[in-house]
């Protein structure tokens, strides 16, 4: 064991640091919004940070984008249409273009730099999906695009980072902007919110997004992932204006799937649908104690 | 944000450090065996480290030390007597401990200044336990125990170290080992053992357990649970002679809990058990893929 | 190469950090002024930090103690009384003390807990310094001492930590409380001032300390000494009423040494006392350029 | 202070890690012989690293280069070649040709692939060396070229790695190869032998080298100079077949700087010359007590 030469250190919290052995500094710079580092890591192979945070890497990418877009999607009985809010490495867009029923699928991400770097160091994410002609990519602040846009959409995936005080999503986890995406929802439309972590010490910014969406949606359910990268349990919350997500049939699941030609799936199946809703006791048990988020007093994530 | 002063530094492996902050050291020594630190750390509370690798702390050992021994316990019918093999801390007793259909509970621990300075620093873990007239405490090598013992046990747990090269867990995840736990264990008997880290790149442990315990016993089946101290999914394996411990129905296992009076728990539940087994398909499609471990080629842990 | 365990971790700068392996933590805690850690490292034995910055070791405490006074108390021509300004491990009082003249050594330490548990856990420092019947130990804040006192004074020993914003030395290192230290000091009278890295990077105290009390003093020098458990060179400003204290004739200083029964010496020796005030280039430059330190626009540091 | 991010950690001894924050990585490479980073850091600039060992700095190079060729030279009446043996980054030889009597300055470094990522990344280092007409590059063993040599010197610079048991060094600090040298210099001729460092519990290699020297030069001498980037006082040493290179006067140093048309000399002045002579008492009574070098019996350099 020889720990020398050139580390990405993460602090987590105050109290625990994660050290990355780096092999090679593939991008390293400032965009108008957030530091950005592309870094292929011993451990991980190429990985993305932002604000010196891990967003995802090429050992389990896979893993984090087909359970952020996957459940959602196939919880949906005939997505034409589907909107992904941040995203900003092309993966989310990759796994929602697998279903050959998506006619359009948008993209609206504030960071203009972000999606060109991903694209150029990290090609395997997007993999030819920016190239799709059913793709339509806007660098824009989803906030304003969502109020502002005439169009709807029969899923809605949020991949967005965690709301920081001075950082750009503080505003996108709030009632009033699930509300708008509510509205631009088709009838038996569908919402994916990645939801932060979901372990014993971390996991009220999950519980608030649940307590807020289910204000205005019928079902709201929320499910685990664990994310190696991460080191982390992950939570998603995803949310139906006519079923529960968490209760369909593996049948209809898999039907579904031949239908829509979906290949080259790696961690999600139909048949491991229904296992991803199962909560550890603890999360089971917080997430009715979330609070309802709203601009007026929205979440803050402090680590 | 001001990471100075004293923090314990954990190589989990070449490529990935965690380190943690100190609030103080409570004990740090060498036994026979193995350096021994109990620390208070800011993120978990008082913590166990064996040669510099985390064990337990404060923060979840419930959630390791109910996960490892309820669902074993549950899935017994009747357990009266059980057999705890290392869990020096004392906690894997105290869950045993829980049901008072037991009538005698035998640990055989290997290291008694581990069980000395748990007792003495970690009193929380055993809570009590040592003091239990159904309790008996035999310090020396496990192996040694259970081919010598003339007694039968209605659950054996496995609360092992990984087994390191040097380590004295080696020849106590063989099969000439559990063939001998088998012939010890009572006709309905089930046996868990703590199987490792369940994720993506380190779970070929957990499957070669498995794969090894197939041999013996007609129902062997994995789960896992993510325990936020190890930054892991976490894998354990439970074996039955008698019926499948993953398939057993909420209401059976509801009785069972009323009836032998278990209380204080904090993470198992009823109707959390078949929860438990659900496991991420990377995990699913290796199991099969383990290879039987014996004394002529053990199982040797690397980082 | 095996770095896990305990460390202790000394940002020095945002840019520049120091880890230390921790053997034993003798004691750690908050006085009312200061964090203060007592703890036996690998590579210093037992080391003093105070908020988290090295102070003192067992390495070579020896160095800097001598260092800080020995040449100014050779500098003086018979010194019978000296006063301590900080110097809470109680080393400085040994070295003043080694001198048989000295009919009276009064050190002044507003941090009773520290100057405590020093003398606790770090005997060797004082080393029966505090039982002296010579010594005279205040615990006050040196600066309403100084201004109060009626006494006089043949040597001062400045042993003060950096002037922090908000710590408790800013205005000890002013022309303000200089000038006061010039009036109780007897006509041949001699001022020594740790005076902080001698660093290309880090000088401005020293130059800035030597600028001041150049405003009070006729002879004032700059010395640097390597200390390696800071990893730095170090400066030291000492200041006569009545001649150049780096330009002594080494018989001159072996007399006194003879004369003043001095033993023990482990760094300092009179053929020694010359080299010390050869500084490197950078610094000899830089000197000149210090400004003058007082009440209103104190020195103010940060790394 | 928030030290998140990529940082280069040194592992100085298993008791201490230097932590060093990274602006870029310019390059990072494994030569035949050795890994290469080239990096620029915060707290340094532009920094070369040689099997994770920092070895000159943007910072302060000139202060070791200087230091190194500098006192040497000027130790020589009239110096009209010079042999370099390593160098690698090609500051040694511009040192060398600052003196405009020098006709011939060869460079023997057996890494080819350090010195063209030198000129490539650091050119200051070399600032056009390589370009003039006077210098001859040798891309070879030194060992082989001094044995095989015909040619004779007036100055002789050993800039060479430490002698690490695998390392290509190993033979280079012995009695035998230092004899060969002995017969290659001119008769006023001087060699100057970068000796490793010189704190209290690292410098028994500066010790023995003087000590090996002293079998066969007339003069040797050791000095020491502060250098920032390596945290650390360190050692050089001169030997001399005519006279005592840390005996000269100022006066006829000045002249040779006039002659010679000296010119960008940033740490090094005639007037500092004498002052680098002084050590620390402990090196001063540690470097009567080294051993003679042998290839037999050679140095290994070990943390």
Chains 1, 2, 3, 4 share one sequence.
């Not at 602090?11 to 625990?16: A, G, P, R, S």
């Not at 990355?20 to 292929?40: A, P």
Request: hydrophobic fraction near 40%.
């Amino acid at each position: 064991m020889n720990p020398e030469g050139l580390w990405f250190r993460e602090i987590f919290t105050d109290n625990l640091i994660f050290g990355y052995r780096v092999r090679e500094v593939l991008y390293s710079g400032y965009s108008k919004f957030q530091k950005i580092d592309i870094l292929d890591l011993y451990a991980y192979g190429k990985t993305l940070f932002l604000d010196n945070k891990i967003q995802s890497a090429q050992l389990d990418e896979h893993i984090y984008h087909e359970a952020l877009v996957q459940p959602a999607m196939f919880a949906h009985p005939a997505p034409e249409s589907a909107l992904i809010i941040g995203g900003g490495e092309g993966a989310t867009l990759r796994e929602v273009l697998k279903h050959n029923t998506i006619k359009r699928a948008t993209m609206v991400d504030i960071d203009g730099e972000l999606v060109k770097a991903s694209r150029k160091y990290l090609p395997e994410w997007s993999d030819g999906a920016y190239e799709d002609s059913r793709t339509e990519l806007i660098i824009d602040d989803a906030r304003k695009y969502i109020f502002e846009t005439d169009q709807k959409f029969d899923v809605v995936i949020s991949d967005l980072t965690e709301p920081l005080e001075e950082g750009p999503s503080k505003y996108l986890f709030t009632l009033e902007f699930y509300k708008r995406i509510h509205e631009i929802l088709t009838d038996e439309g569908v919402l994916v919110v990645q939801s932060g972590s979901a372990v014993q010490t971390y996991n009220d910014l999950a519980a608030s997004i649940h307590k807020t969406l289910a204000q205005l949606f019928n079902f709201v359910r929320v499910y685990v992932v664990y994310i190696e990268s991460f080191q982390m349990l992950w939570a998603f919350t995803v949310a139906s204006k006519s079923q529960d997500p968490g209760n369909i049939r593996e049948e209809i699941l898999e039907e579904r799937l031949k239908y829509r030609g979906v290949e080259n799936l790696k961690f999600y199946l139909p048949r491991y649908h229904r296992g991803l809703f199962h909560l550890p006791r603890y999360l089971d048990e917080k997430i009715p104690e979330g609070r309802i988020l709203t601009d007026e007093n929205p979440y803050i994530w402090t680590a």
